[in-house]
T-cell receptor, first 114, second 117 residues
Framework: AQSVTQLGSHVSVSEGALVLLRCNYSSSVPPYLFWYVQYPNQGLQLLLKYTSAATLVKGINGFEAEFKKSETSFHLTKPSAHMSDAAEYFCAVGSLNGNEKLTFGTGTRLTIIP | GAVVSQHPSRVICKSGTSVKIECRSLDFQATTMFWYRQFPKQSLMLMATSNEGSKATYEQGVEKDKFLINHASLTLSTLTVTSAHPEDSSFYIC?????????????FGPGTRLLVL
């Protein structure tokens, strides 16, 4: 069984400040981990993914995430927030054993303060 | 690239009618597509896994006779909401699984907003 916990349903940061969105996972098998972003009334766009290669994963739009097995975490960060980063962010877990299903967290709404 | 489209983007229908939503992978072939449902301000819930050339696999609690899925080709899956009722109003999102080497990634469509009156 797999699960994802996203701490903080709402996060607000000032423009130019560090963005940190938290994700913890639970998986009985080696996980695939993903971050997706959703803009209003749109589908999900893949930001980045971890698939057992480098633990620090760089994605689009300046985002990156670090896989920490000891902490079962995959937090998403960006050094300097931009107004265009305001959106809903979802962490998801899959598995390396061929399980096709993704389990999503409940999402974190990021607000950027001018 | 990995582009997935959905049609229509928005649909309003009367209670009791059926609505078909299309999901297409535009630049890759997808033997597996997924259908999700998202309620306002909530996460995505997997409804079913659509497999090309075979029957879809439905998640527990999802009525297969209500949500008909057809995956007739490697680039198209359809979801038909039969005899729609107001409680079926939701945002429906599909994804298509792209395999590259030994890695698999789901690419999502832009979603279809269904409103049943």
């Amino acid at each position: 069984a797999q699960s994802v916990t996203q701490l903080g349903s709402h996060v607000s940061v000032s423009e130019g400040a560090l963005v940190l969105l938290r994700c913890n996972y639970s998986s009985s098998v080696p996980p695939y981990l993903f971050w997706y972003v959703q803009y209003p009334n749109q589908g999900l766009q893949l930001l980045l993914k971890y698939t057992s290669a480098a633990t620090l994963v760089k994605g689009i739009n300046g985002f990156e995430a670090e896989f920490k097995k000891s902490e079962t975490s995959f937090h998403l960060t960006k050094p300097s927030a931009h107004m265009s980063d305001a959106a809903e962010y979802f962490c998801a877990v899959g598995s390396l054993n061929g399980n096709e299903k993704l389990t999503f967290g409940t999402g974190t709404r990021l607000t950027i303060i001018p | 690239g990995a582009v997935v489209s959905q049609h229509p983007s928005r649909v309003i229908c009367k209670s009791g009618t059926s609505v078909k939503i299309e999901c297409r992978s535009l630049d890759f072939q997808a033997t597996t597509m997924f259908w999700y449902r998202q309620f306002p301000k909530q996460s995505l819930m997997l409804m079913a896994t659509s497999n090309e050339g075979s029957k879809a696999t439905y998640e527990q609690g999802v009525e297969k006779d209500k949500f008909l899925i057809n995956h007739a080709s490697l680039t198209l899956s359809t979801l038909t909401v039969t005899s729609a009722h107001p409680e079926d109003s939701s945002f429906y999102i599909c994804s298509a699984r792209k395999t590259s080497g030994d890695q698999e990634t789901q690419y999502f469509g832009p979603g279809t907003r269904l409103l049943v009156l």
